[in-house]
């Protein structure tokens, strides 16, 4: 017997329907993206592992994919290093390349490799698929989607600011009815482990931080127990995870908690000119919230970091960012500082799914289908099948003279807008039947008829 096939999990097939849904989220954003002025690029799926490797910290580096050598490459092995338990190394010998874990790593690759090619402040958007060694869950796949807009080759604060605004444009014109922008800055972080007397711990603090709306407070505290972290300093921060209030009020008490910070000022200054000037702007739908607990797991980022909720479904972030000074720093390129935003596609379809918001021209529907009664009524309606192409109408005839309960269940299937019929008495007179699938009205009509109609 044969063994049924099946995809790896984590991964998904999409059929034609969910493709044609899947393109209305990319359209959309694509639309937004080139508003704001952002530029196309493409990058490969598989990095040198050199190039992912190290960006993410520890938990994001375990969740590589690594792409095994292949041939004579394998025989190079280091052996001692697994018989040494040296497994990262081992690691490194058995894979030279390794799939994209996202596209802003593979960004500032691209950005130091074509510099000489490039305008500064430079604006590109980015939709490929990524690929993450997580746990299948709802609304976390193996396989997926990002839909990446950046700016390298500026620290201005507008950029930010756009930012924003794209986050609300996007997610209203997918008439999301209820969401949330999570806004915070690296520097308030920085600026907390410093007032707690925890500055060399800023990676296990954000860790555990990040976890604040996953956890608890009680289990973010036993986390930065575990970790390490000194009780009066738990003590100090507890304050942190309570603080309520319009986003005025709530800087307002970080401004006071970060007296003693100079970077931790900053990052309230940053934060309080980006709300400010969104405020006078103003927005669609969204609610701007800033939360001081917000960390993002990547290291890579330096100033504000973004995440957008979804309020009332079961789901976490569908979309993030944040600004990163060093990125390309660490592919030799220095003083090249960007911030850039993601919208996750699967996830925004989850959405939209669960909520019931995809219109239905979002559907890969078919505008004509012709009944196909037999040789010479075929002829004529491959005819009237390429006039009718040649104006955009999308048709199809059916391709054998079955019984027309067949052709009709097809038709359906297939969710064909109008079914098109020329039998022999249409033949005769040049004319044909024009069915509405929808309310089930029939009308005759002949090709010029017809034509005026689509048009």
Not at 203 to 210: E, N, R, S
Request: charged share 25%; hydrophobic share 35%; net charge negative.
């Amino acid at each position: 017997m044969a063994v049924k096939p099946t995809i790896p999990k984590g991964t998904r097939d999409f059929l034609p329907d969910e493709v044609a849904k899947r393109n209305y989220i990319f359209n959309t954003i694509r639309l937004s993206f080139q508003k704001y002025g952002f530029r196309p690029i493409e990058t490969p799926s598989f990095e040198m592992s050199s190039t992912l490797i190290g960006k993410y910290g520890d938990e994001g580096d375990r969740l590589i994919f690594r792409i095994l050598n292949s041939g004579d490459k394998l025989l190079k092995a280091d052996v001692n290093a697994l018989e040494n338990r040296e497994l990262p190394k081992f690691s490194n010998s058995l894979s030279e390349k390794a799939l994209r874990y996202d596209l802003t790593v593979p960004f500032a690759r691209f950005v130091v490799q074509h510099q000489n090619e490039l305008a500064f402040p430079f604006k590109r958007y980015q939709i490929q698929p990524v690929w993450r060694a997580d746990r299948p869950q709802h609304g976390r796949y193996q396989e997926f989607y990002q839909c990446d807009a950046d700016v390298v080759g500026s620290e201005s604060l507008i950029y930010e600011i756009d930012f924003v605004l794209l986050f609300d444009e996007v997610l209203s014109a997918l008439k999301i009815p209820d969401f949330t922008i999570k806004i915070n800055n690296r520097k308030i972080l920085t600026g907390i482990a410093e007032v707690t007397g925890e500055s060399t711990r800023i990676i296990d603090l954000t860790v555990a931080l990040d976890k604040l709306d996953k956890i608890g407070a009680d289990g973010v505290i036993n986390e930065l127990r575990a970790k390490g972290i000194s009780e009066s300093s738990i003590q100090k921060m507890k304050p942190l995870f309570s603080i309520t209030g319009q986003n005025e009020e709530k800087l307002k008490v970080m401004k006071t908690f970060l007296t003693s910070s100079t970077v931790g000022q900053k990052g309230i200054e940053e934060l309080e000119y980006i709300i400010n000037t969104v405020n006078e702007l103003g927005l669609n739908r969204a609610n701007l919230d800033v939360d001081f607990t917000l960390a993002r797991g990547l290291n890579y980022y330096t100033g504000a970091i973004f995440e957008v909720k979804a309020n009332g479904v079961n789901m976490g972030s569908i979309c993030g960012g944040g600004r990163y000074d060093n990125l390309t720093e660490t592919f030799g390129l220095k003083n090249m500082s960007g911030v850039g935003i993601s919208f996750g596609a699967d996830r925004i379809y989850d959405v939209l799914d669960e909520l019931e918001l995809f219109p239905t021209e979002s559907e890969n529907i078919l505008q004509v289908m012709f009944v196909n009664f037999g040789t010479k009524e075929q002829q004529r309606s491959l005819k009237w099948v390429q006039q009718l192409r040649s104006i955009g109408v999308s048709c199809e005839l059916y391709p054998s003279s079955n019984k027309l309960q067949k052709q009709m269940k097809y038709a359906n299937d297939i969710k064909a807008k109008f079914v098109a019929l020329i039998g022999e008495e249409e033949y005769e007179n040049n004319s044909i039947q024009l069915k509405n699938m929808e309310t089930g009205e029939q009308s005759s009509t002949d090709l010029n008829g017809l034509l005026k109609m689509f048009k």
